[in-house]
């Protein structure tokens, strides 16, 4: 892969609303970047559910680095635990033991609404289904996201275009989901997760409900735009295909990664 152009600053921060609802140590201290090239850092990482009597492990004290703008491709089986991954990295789910800093921020550390704050100015999502608000036309799918993180009208009008060109959908900003192909409606689920320019996208499978043509063309998307902005990217995936658009593939199998996870 090429190299990428960096547009995103260094520093982190919450926007100027949230400020006040956090804590001074994390308004001026772990809200700024690390100085190192880790994007995510994965100690100890354990999550378990209970069924029944039962203790299933999902993941079992796993570590892992992930570099700042590289893409890597999570793979293993139905169960296997990769959803439950990224929600953890996300702030989605809090782990029963171990610690994620995302973007050199202490997610673990966060209660559930800085965990929100956090995820809502810093962290993108792609998923399976495309989740696309039904009530709200292409371009107010995208400006719901800006909205939520304070950004004027005129500068999420400027930013809602310049994504609908780059994913091809410049024609239908104002046409609603359902009149669109499965393929298109996740192009605007794509321009929806990296209108804020996310430190960290986090994709669940994000082909799975797309034909091979529709894929190849999401995931060239991903590719270019996550690269563009010199974000980093991981996908959870059962593809071969897209397994090969990452710098790094990694196998999760019994709650441990069965390869070296490249620390």
Do not use: W
């Amino acid at each position: 892969m090429g190299s990428c152009r960096i547009r995103r600053t260094d520093a982190i921060r919450y926007e100027s609303g949230d400020l006040g609802r956090l804590p001074a140590a994390i308004r001026y201290s772990t809200v700024v970047r690390m100085s190192d090239q880790h994007e995510i850092t994965i100690r100890g990482l354990e999550r378990r559910f209970r069924e029944g009597e039962r203790e299933h492990v999902v993941l079992d004290g796993i570590d892992l680095d992930i570099a700042r703008g590289e893409t890597v491709a999570l793979r293993g089986r139905s169960g296997s635990g990769k959803s439950t991954l990224l929600n953890l990295i996300g702030g989605i789910d809090s782990p029963d033991a171990g610690d994620i800093r995302v973007a050199g921020v202490d997610v673990t550390a966060l209660t559930e609404r800085e965990r929100t704050l956090f995820r809502r100015r810093h962290i993108g999502f792609v998923y399976q289904a495309f989740n696309l608000v039904p009530t709200l036309s292409v371009a107010d799918n995208i400006r719901l996201v800006l909205e939520l993180n304070g950004t004027a009208r005129t500068a999420a009008d400027t930013r809602i275009a310049e994504l609908l060109e780059a994913v091809g959908l410049a024609d239908r900003a104002d046409s609603y989901p359902d009149v669109l192909s499965g393929g298109e409606q996740q192009r605007v689920a794509l321009a929806r997760a990296l209108c804020h320019e996310p430190a960290v996208l986090l994709a669940d499978e994000p082909t799975g409900n797309l034909d091979d043509q529709s894929a190849e063309t999401v995931l060239t998307l991903l590719d270019k735009l996550v690269r563009s902005t010199g974000g980093t990217m991981l996908i959870a995936t059962h593809s071969n295909s897209v397994a090969s658009y990452c710098d790094r593939v990694l196998e999760l199998h019994n709650g441990r990664f069965d390869r070296d996870a490249g620390q």
